[in-house]
């Protein structure tokens, strides 16, 4: 099978990568760019384990084909921090204890962070639903979605 | 949110450094940051990919298997079926932790001739590609003929039934015959009879099954798994025919397991097939793998006959018992005995009389799943004692509160315990955080809803359970701990540092722990069973304490004080009487490596050892010891639909002592959530053998959507085996959550529905028949 040249950008640089057409945009984070931070929890679109956000836009990677990431911006857990610098999502998950075993925390994260580029003063309602496409098994969520609204409140007022 | 009550008489003046604070674990940092490596980002030079061909019968005989095609095809380096196996078959007891294996336990590795689930392995392919290798498995040629299986407990239990284990298909039962029974029920002023069942549920940890095998210079087959029993390995190398010290486990941060990466899954084919190949092999479970291929929690039927004095006291308990283990044992046996143990709740009950049994079927296995049978057992008592409430016409509040177990009070197994019973506050306190029942609005009911429990935490006495743990100095004074234990997302590893850190003055961030190796870390047991903080942290606790000593008494010398004057604390030593005499902990450590004083300590901690209870009577100890609390509920049910909305959910639990309070609530929290799943939309459906719930599309966990706040309201009696006086919590979070849920709706709909789960068709239907018969 021939392989197809695809030019991206991941998490703010350029990238290049060859891959089958089969292959999933999370194959190609994990196996192509070594970008290991989004999981693979189902394969179907049901866990957000494997969320990015491609233009702007929250999506499953193992919903869509590396070869549709030509032209188009990627961002992944990875990108989150600047450097050694956490994100103020990153640091209240942390300060709140917002998560135990992790694999749903990279999702989570850009999930989050999606949700307060849109709406930065989100109700907790708001948070609920917007997160509800993003599994949590270890949790219950409760200290996920108190993360989310202490770091959006921190981020408004550092606006 | 937390609510913490550390009032113990006597005690107030206990204060630690860091054990009980919210500490941020030791794990966190790397993974929020997506760099934490677990097993599946593993990867190796010359790697191949492993597939499982199964079964899509669930009872056949194996009339041709052909798998020559698959061998052909490029880039295919080896198939396995059962004739390439030396060995055909692998234990399925408590990961080889005891020295002991129950007999006809032991389950077949391939498919030889009778497939007895829907999902047995037949074949493992490893190739170049995962496309090559699930294109191999499309080339294998299976013919399976149907043979008439059994999916039914009863039918299973007839004497024409299709035999699925054994002669009888018992795969384990027990009896407990506590008083008289009788004299109980005559002396009763009211009975009260009902019947609960309960729903095969998925673990649905957020990391499928995975592994990476390789060989390494001396012969060793090194496995990276997702596991929470590195011990394992044993079992493997019986399983492959190689000696246990040529198989090593080494574990990764898991990605949950909930008592479902206990038994051994891919790690077994991994070996086969790294041992066959001599290359390094990955094998990563699909969704829909793990849905297939590990085993599930059990479906109960427990029957109760109570008996109630015109007080509201019991005076006779009457339990029946069957659950359903599927065709091979796992942990059955164990996890029926956690349910007969458990079988009339946290109550002082004199008469009791329980049958309890594990029926095999061709339905899928079932094995461990947080709470082992004591969380079943308590869907059923809870939902028992608000049915009985409701027939005598008394507040449920009120007649748990004039039954319930007291400190030093003899449980069902006629065992006393003797560490704190503070269920009374448990209640109490989870059932005022709800306050006011809003009033119904239209279509609208609200209800409230109580559960109270007990759950043995450690093994049970007769597993003779030890775990192991080392604790060393460096030169610069950090602190190294090494422990085989498993940390399963829970925080394990966490908790071990600070438990170091408290009893060495060192920060916790200080402190890296090296875990679940089982050749280079000492072995520790499973991450399960409550049994970690409560094991490990305890031989953990033993060597860092010998370390101390060692380092106290050099430090006494220097200072001209008795030993008992040295303390320890922000990487310093200093006199506790005169704080201003005090040298950095390296200047310690310095001084005693040149004079050779030992720096590191390999400890052990032996929970309490017993025999069986009695076969006849069901007396004896089960347990080491126990933790106590309780769940409150307020739940919104539209009538009309039978939708259930889930308000308020507060879980009261005495934990001894937390090490990491946020741990502890992250521990009660998330099994709140995974009770709410259990009582109102999780299920496997299982249909006549064949799994049709088989993706997170068709199977229902919570999202956050449906999820509440979680309140915990934490106590601490410092009465439990545990190190520093803790409990476990692991289990305990999750054990009354769901049943609370269930008298919740009760509550609100004026009906109980018996069976579980509580959909919206049948709370709808019992809606419906509460108004015909109105």
Redesign the interface.
Known sequence: MSSIHVTTQVNGDAVEFLCDT?ETLLDVL?DRLD??????????G??G?CSVTVNGRLVCSCLMLGVEAEGKAIE???G??KGED?HPL?RK???H?A????????GI?IAARNLLERNPDPTETE???W???????????????RAVMDAAEEMREAS | ?NKMDSAVPGEQNVSYRQIGK?R??I???G????????A??YVMPNMLHAKVLRSKLPSARMTRLDVSKARDLPGVACVLTYKDLKIGTVATDIPAQTGFRRRDTDQQILVDEIVRYQGEPIALVAAESV?IAEHALSLIEVELEPVPGVYDVFEAQKPDAPKVFGDDNIVASYKVRKGDVEAGFAAAETIVENTFRTQYIE??????EVGLGWEDEQGVINIRTSTQAVETFRYIADAIGIPHSKVRIRGA????G?GGKCDVTVELYIALLTLKTGRPVRL?Y??EDSFYGHGKRHPFIISHKTGFAKDGRITASKIDITSESGPYAFMSPYVLMYATEAGPGPYLVDNVHIDSRSVATNNMYTSAFRGFGATQACIAYEQQMDEAAKVLGMDPIELRRINLLKTGDAIATGFEVQSAVWTEECMDRAWAALGEKPKDEGAIRYGHGIAAYQQGYGRMIWLHDTAEGWVGVEMDGTVVVRSGMTD????QTSSLAQIAGELLGVDMMDITVYNSDSSTTPLAGTSSATRGLYMSGNAVRNAATAVRNRLAARAAQHFGVADSDIDFADSRVFVASDREKSLPFKELIATCASEGIHRSELAIFRAPFGDWIDPETGQGQVHPDYTYGAHAVQVAVDTETGEVTILKSVGAHDVGQCVNI??V??QI??????GHGYALSEELIYKDGCLVTP???EYL???????P??ECIILESRSGLGPFGAKGIGEPGHTPAASAVANAVADAIGARVHDFPLTPEKIARAVSATRDNG
Do not use: W
Request: hydrophobic share 35%; with cysteine.
């Open positions: 089969r994990r970008l290991t931070g989004a999981k693979e929890g189902c394969g179907t049901d866990c384990a992944t857990v990875e989150i921090a956490l990153q998950f942390i300060e204890a998560l135990q075993c992790g694999i749903c925390t990279p994260l948070v609920r639903y997160l509800a496409g993003n599994l949590c098994r270890c949790t219950g969520y409760d200290k996920i979605v | 949110m919210p941020t674990r794990d966190s940092p993974k929020v940051f997506g760099k934490t490596p677990y599946g980002d496309e673990h649905a940890f957020l990391e499928p941060l898991v990605g949950g909930f990563g699909t969704r399963i997302g829970a925080g946020a741990a609530e992250g929290e998330g099994g709140v959530a995974q993706s997170l599309s966990c919570p999202t956050s959507m449906d999820s706040r979680i």
